[in-house]
T-cell receptor, first 112, second 114 residues
Framework: AQSVTQLGSHVSVSEGALVLLRCNYS??????LFWYVQYPNQGLQLLLK??????LVKGINGFEAEFKKSETSFHLTKPSAHMSDAAEYFC??????????FGTGTRLTVIP | DTEVTQTPKHLVMGMTNKKSLKCEQH?????MYWYKQKAKKPPELMFV???????INESVPSRFSPECPNSSLLNLHLHALQPEDSALYLC?????????????FGPGTRLTVL
């Protein structure tokens, strides 16, 4: 069975600081992993995805994530936070029936 | 066109009303999904349609009735809902041809049940 765990329900960073959002996965098969962002009262937008090609995945808005099999992790990073990055971030793993299993989410606050 | 559209954006209904949520995509995707999202929670899968056939029903109460009239449209019919059904309802679609392809989400319908 597949699942993801997001460590930290709330992360605060200063504008210009490094953003690090943590995600660990559990999967009995090579996983397909995703990071989505959700702004208030909106749907989910894909930031990036891992599909077993490159372990370092670059996404939109300057975000990237590194797949580490030894650590079963897929942490999301951005070198310099911007005020517009404030949102809810969800890590997800694809299940065997075309469904997604989401983590509990991490709310990112950016302090000016 | 990489957009999933949902109507209405907001819906307020009484417990005796019948209403429908609509979702449309023109990306040629043959998988479509309904999710329910409560405040400060991740989306919870409700239904999955593959090739216009219901493939997953996550033990959703019968007061929610999905329908997939064609490969571009997905409806969610609502009847005799309860106040605890108030939530953001998200529609998504994805390809069934390419493995690992992401789901594209619509903006959601904010449902309030009085």
């Amino acid at each position: 069975a597949q699942s993801v765990t997001q460590l930290g329900s709330h992360v605060s960073v200063s504008e210009g600081a490094l953003v690090l959002l943590r995600c660990n996965y559990s999967s009995s098969v090579p996983p397909y992993l995703f990071w989505y962002v959700q702004y208030p009262n909106q749907g989910l937008q894909l930031l990036l995805k891992y599909t077993s090609a490159a372990t370092l995945v670059k996404g939109i808005n300057g975000f990237e994530a590194e797949f580490k099999k030894s650590e079963t992790s897929f942490h999301l990073t951005k070198p310099s936070a911007h005020m517009s990055d404030a949102a809810e971030y969800f890590c997800a793993v694809r299940g065997g029936a075309n469904n997604l299993f989401f983590g509990t989410g991490t709310r990112l606050t950016v302090i000016p | 066109d990489t957009e999933v559209t949902q109507t209405p954006k907001h819906l307020v209904m009484g417990m005796t009303n019948k209403k429908s949520l609509k979702c449309e995509q023109h990306m040629g995707h043959r998988a479509m999904y309904w999710y329910k999202q409560k405040a400060k929670k991740p989306p919870e899968l409700m239904f999955v349609y593959s090739y216009e056939k219901l493939s997953i029903n996550e033990s959703v109460p019968s007061r929610f009735s999905p329908e997939c009239p064609n490969s571009s449209l997905l409806n969610l019919h609502l009847h005799a809902l309860q106040p605890e059904d108030s939530a953001l309802y998200l529609c998504a679609s994805s390809s069934l041809v390419v493995s690992g392809i992401e789901q594209f989400f619509g903006p959601g319908t904010r449902l309030t049940v009085l």
